[in-house]
C-alpha cells in the first residue's frame, strides 16, 4: 500500500455509530435533495425558453433540449438564439440575468453532487472535496476541501430560496418572451 492509496473506511465501526449522526446526515441529504429539485425544476423550464425562442412546440423544444448532453450545451443554445432571435431589449435583459442566475445556482448545486464526504471517525459529514481536477503549480490536484458546517448548511437553505424564487420569476418571464417574440414575427 503507498500513501497515495486511500484510506478505507471502518465500515462496522461507522455503522455501529451512524444512528447518533442520523440527524446531522439528513439534514445534508435533504438540503442536497431539495436543492436538486429546485435546480432541475429551473432547468427544465429553459424547454420553454427554447420553445419560444425557435417557434416551436413543447415536443421538438423538448427534444432539442434532451438531446444536448450537458447544461451548458443547452444554456449556449438558449443564449445563442436569443441573441440570433430576441430583438426585444427589454425580454433580451431579463433572460440574461436570469440565465445569469441559473449559472450562479448551478455552481453550489455541482459542489455537492460532485463531490466525495468526508467523515470524522463518528460517521459525522465534516467535508466535501471536489472531484473538479485543478492545476496549482503545474500538478495536478483534486478540487477544494470544504467544511460542511453550520455557514454552508445556510448557504444552502438561502441557495434553495433562490431557486425557488428564480422558478416563479421565469414563469413570469415567459409571457413576456412569447410576446416579444410573436412582435418580432410581426415586423
Given at each position: 500500500m503507498s500513501a497515495d492509496d486511500p484510506v478505507q473506511p471502518d465500515f462496522e465501526a461507522l455503522e455501529r455509530i451512524a444512528q447518533e449522526k442520523a440527524g446531522q446526515r439528513n439534514l445534508l441529504f435533504a438540503l442536497i435533495g431539495n436543492m436538486s429539485y429546485c435546480w432541475s425544476n429551473n432547468e427544465s423550464?429553459?424547454?420553454?425558453?427554447?420553445?419560444?425562442?425557435?417557434?416551436?412546440?413543447?415536443?421538438?423544444?423538448t427534444i432539442i433540449f434532451g438531446t444536448l448532453n450537458t447544461t451548458r450545451a443547452r444554456i449556449d443554445l438558449v443564449e445563442r438564439l436569443a441573441e440570433a432571435k430576441l430583438a426585444d431589449k427589454d425580454a433580451a435583459t431579463q433572460l440574461r440575468r436570469i440565465i445569469r442566475r441559473f449559472n450562479e445556482c448551478t455552481k453550489l448545486r455541482n459542489e455537492f453532487n460532485h463531490s466525495v464526504f468526508k467523515t470524522d471517525s463518528e460517521g459525522a459529514i465534516t467535508h466535501t472535496h471536489s472531484m473538479r481536477i485543478q492545476r496549482r503549480n503545474g500538478q495536478l490536484h483534486l478540487g477544494e476541501l470544504k467544511p460542511v458546517d453550520q455557514q454552508r448548511i445556510e448557504a444552502m437553505g438561502a441557495a434553495i430560496k433562490k431557486m425557488v424564487k428564480l422558478n416563479r420569476e421565469i414563469w413570469q418571464f415567459l409571457p413576456m418572451l412569447r410576446q416579444a417574440m410573436d412582435d418580432t414575427e410581426c415586423t
Open positions: 423550464m429553459f424547454i420553454y425558453v427554447l420553445q419560444y425562442l425557435i417557434r416551436t412546440d413543447e415536443i421538438t423544444a
